[in-house]
């Protein structure tokens, strides 16, 4: 998951090193795990694309995603359900709904939960584009880890309480 530090435009920059898209991706896992507590450290990454790049604990359909936003500008970062089970997706909706002035308290105003396409579901923010650097990268990193680090506990018990319900 990691790459090389060589190979890493964030380790040699003070902050207003220039990035392709390409490598703001490719490099945000190592600007992202240093902010996660250890306990959520062991998160798996995959781009399946090349505008995004998503983060998960073993279900990859339900996982936390960087993404670039079209025509705006700026990057999606949140949470997106985006289980075959259109059941699943709108059960977690809710139940981060139901926590969404905890969630707003914690991390501000702009995250939204809400439905989507094909019955997935999402809770996000989009943040401002800015030129890619690696002082911008830092930023979305850090918002990603905030994001990860209060959802997360959400999630767990979310998903414990369905497999309560399905035993």
């Known amino acids: 998951m ?3 530090s060589e190979d890493n435009p ?3 920059s003070d902050g207003k090193t ?17 902010r996660l507590p250890e306990p959520l450290q062991g998160i798996n990454v995959r781009q ?13 359909w339900l996982h936390y995603e960087v993404s670039r936003t079209i025509p705006h500008g700026g990057y999606e970062v949140g949470f997106h359900c985006e289980s075959r089970d259109k059941d699943l997706n709108r059960y977690l909706l809710l139940g981060f709904r139901q926590h ?24 996000y923010e989009v943040i401002a584009d800015e030129m890619l650097t690696t002082a911008y990268q830092q930023y979305v990193a850090e918002r990603l880890a905030m994001i990860i680090i209060c959802l997360h506990p959400i999630y767990v018990e979310l998903r414990g309480q369905i497999a309560r319900l399905y035993r």
């Open 100 to 123: 969404l002035f905890e969630i707003k308290d914690e991390l501000g105003d702009s995250i939204e939960a809400e439905m989507w396409d094909r019955g997935w579901t999402k809770i």
């Open 18 to 34: 220039k990035l392709s898209q390409r490598d703001f991706l490719r490099t945000l896992p190592d600007a992202l795990l240093p």
């Open 10 to 12: 964030a380790d040699m």
């Open 48 to 60: 399946p694309w090349r505008y995004l790049i998503q983060f998960h604990y073993g279900e990859p």
């Open 2 to 4: 990691r790459s090389e």
